[in-house]
């Protein structure tokens, strides 16, 4: 007998019937769509739109029985509860700052150890160079994660991604706290900065999912303070915290900071990838019904999973090669990144070398860092406002900057 996957694997010609009932849109972004729906001919009025049925008819003609076969696509519902988009503006504001605190604690995480690298070299004899190691390899699993962790969000959802990397990230501060060599130091570092990675990944996905287009603005400018907010911070409480207790405390500060984005996240914010949302609902349905038809586009998608992760390992590099704005803006960011660290590197020789001061004094030189940080923040409303004027003059389509 004949199986939905079965059939779907061979199809070569898709159409949609129009529901002759009402529809509402709420938009999407094509980034966060599964892998079958990328192609110039896709449709995505699945994802795309809420129906009053939370049904749309998909007639497929495969290649490998020559039958037109019908599914039932499974939708959100006219303002469905369970559509990210459509939950209280409230709890959206609480996901969206969950996460962001998950990724100030990150950055935080990333920076603050750096307060106290004349500590470590003396606890392990080892030069300024290789101390400072334990902040390349952290901030080097960044460039690393991401290329494992976003394909897989789009594959598992978002919400499995969060909890077992933030777990894992957890477990492995513990080692480079009690540490007792240099080297299983540095090798914590490096697994916890790819591990940590997910979120600063996830983040801009996760805020797609909740917020309309129009909307985004202020949710984004909130996470994007957080990468630069904490490493400024990180040094400030470090300086301290080491001048107190010694730098072993830095990282049992960590445990404690991720410890606690980790419950939060994890028992507070529920999946808010839509096509994984759907995909449940699907199942839920075909089991109720006994009919195979309910169904989505994830799962009329039977690649082999290797298949998949190779196309979208491959997107953002299309991405960063083929559009020049995705160039410009990550060589621009690159260079922000690389010197708000270099001062991190830099003050501690400035201050506590050439002038005598202690952590905790070098890390005030940071405060303004985070000023700079907070007033770009403050500004996002109003340009965001600005924005939202042109998309209306304009009708939907304001000039490209």
């Known amino acids: 007998m004949e199986t939905p996957d ?91 700052m969950t996460v962001a605190i998950t990724c100030f604690v990150v950055a935080f995480n990333s920076a603050v150890i750096t307060a106290d690298i004349p500590g470590v070299m003396r606890e392990f004899n080892v030069s300024e160079e290789v101390a400072l190691l334990s902040v390349t390899l952290f ?60 979120p600063m990944t996830l983040v801009g996905g996760t805020l797609a999912d ?56 994890t028992f507070t914010v529920p999946e808010t990838y839509a096509p994984k949302i759907l995909t449940r609902r699907a199942a839920k349905l075909r089991k109720s019904t006994n009919d195979d038809r309910h169904v989505t586009e994830q799962d009329l998608d039977t690649r082999p999973l290797g298949q998949r992760l190779r196309l979208f390992l491959i997107r953002p590099f299309q991405l960063l090669f083929g559009e020049a704005i995705v160039f410009c803006i990550s060589v621009y960011m690159s260079v922000l990144y690389g010197l708000l660290y270099m001062f991190f590197v830099a003050y501690p020789i400035i201050y506590q070398q050439g002038k005598g001061y ?11 860092i985070a000023v700079g940080v907070l007033c770009s923040a403050f500004c996002a409303p109003m340009v965001n406002k600005h924005y939202l004027g042109l998309v209306a003059k304009h009708g939907g389509n304001p000039p490209a900057e």
């Open 6 to 96: 079965s059939r779907a694997s061979a199809d070569v010609e898709e159409a949609y019937r129009p529901e002759q009932s009402a529809a509402s849109n709420f938009g999407t972004d094509l980034v966060n769509l599964p892998s079958r729906t990328l192609g110039d001919d896709a449709q995505l009025r699945e994802f795309t739109q809420e129906t009053v049925s939370g049904q749309i008819l998909k007639v497929v003609k495969s290649n490998k029985t020559g039958n037109i076969e019908r599914y039932q696509l499974v939708t959100f519902t006219v303002d469905d509860k369970e559509n990210p988009k459509n939950w209280s503006k409230a709890y959206k504001w609480w996901c969206t």
């Open 358 to 368: 202690r952590a905790g004094t070098t890390g005030l030189m940071f405060i303004p």
């Open 210 to 265: 909740l917020w309309i287009t129009e909307e985004r603005g202020v949710p984004m400018a909130a996470f994007s303070a957080a990468p630069f907010i904490g490493p400024a911070i990180g040094p400030l409480v470090g300086g301290f915290l080491s001048d107190a207790l010694g730098w072993r405390w830095l990282y049992w500060m960590q445990l404690i900071l991720s410890g606690f984005v980790y419950i939060l996240i």
């Open 139 to 198: 901030v080097a699993g960044f460039g690393i994660g991401p290329m494992i962790f976003a394909p897989l969000s789009e594959i598992v959802g978002r919400r499995p991604i969060y909890a077992s990397t933030l777990l894992l990230a957890v477990v492995f501060i513990i080692p480079g706290a009690v540490a007792k060599n240099i080297e299983t130091l540095l090798v914590t570092r490096a697994l916890d900065g790819i591990a940590f990675s997910a």
